[in-house]
Nanobody, 121 residues
Framework: QVQLVASGGGLVQPGGSLRLSCAAS????????MAWYRQAPGKERELVAS???????DYAESVKGRFTISRDNSGITAYLQMNSLKPEDTALYFC???????????????WGQGTLVTVSS
C-alpha cells in the first residue's frame, strides 16, 4: 500500500512564502506523475502544478511565476515552493501521484491528506 504524507502548510502573510512537501512510502516501483491540487472553501478542487517523470512541469495560470514544483533525486518526494502568496491562495493543498507498485502494473492515482495554507494579514 502506498501512502503520501503532505506537510508544510501554515499561516502566512500576503507576499510571504511557504514550501510544501509530499513524501511517499510503501510499495512503490515507479512514479510517473506528481501533482499538487488545492480546494478552497466552497470551491472545487483544482490542479495547481504538476511534474512528470521526465521533469516536464505545468502550472495553473493563477500561480505561474509564483509557484514552483520540484521533486527530489529519489523521485518519491515532491515539493511546492510558493512565493508571493495571496489571500486567494488560501486552501487545503493535496498531493497526488500516479504510482505503479510493480513492473508492468498500471499507474494508479494516490492522494495524500491535505495540508492547510492560510494567507492572511
Amino acid at each position: 500500500q502506498v501512502q503520501l504524507v503532505a506537510s508544510g502548510g501554515g499561516l502566512v502573510q500576503p507576499g510571504g512564502s511557504l514550501r510544501l512537501s509530499c513524501a511517499a512510502s510503501g510499495s512503490i516501483f515507479s512514479i510517473n506523475f506528481m501533482a499538487w491540487y488545492r480546494q478552497a472553501p466552497g470551491k472545487e478542487r483544482e490542479l495547481v502544478a504538476s511534474i512528470t517523470s521526465d521533469g516536464i512541469t505545468d502550472y495553473a495560470e493563477s500561480v505561474k511565476g509564483r509557484f514552483t514544483i520540484s521533486r527530489d533525486n529519489s523521485g518519491i518526494t515532491a515539493y511546492l515552493q510558493m512565493n508571493s502568496l495571496k489571500p486567494e491562495d488560501t486552501a487545503l493543498y493535496f498531493c497526488n501521484y500516479k504510482v505503479a507498485v510493480m513492473p508492468g502494473a498500471r499507474y494508479l492515482p494516490v492522494w495524500g491528506q491535505g495540508t492547510l495554507v492560510t494567507v492572511s494579514s
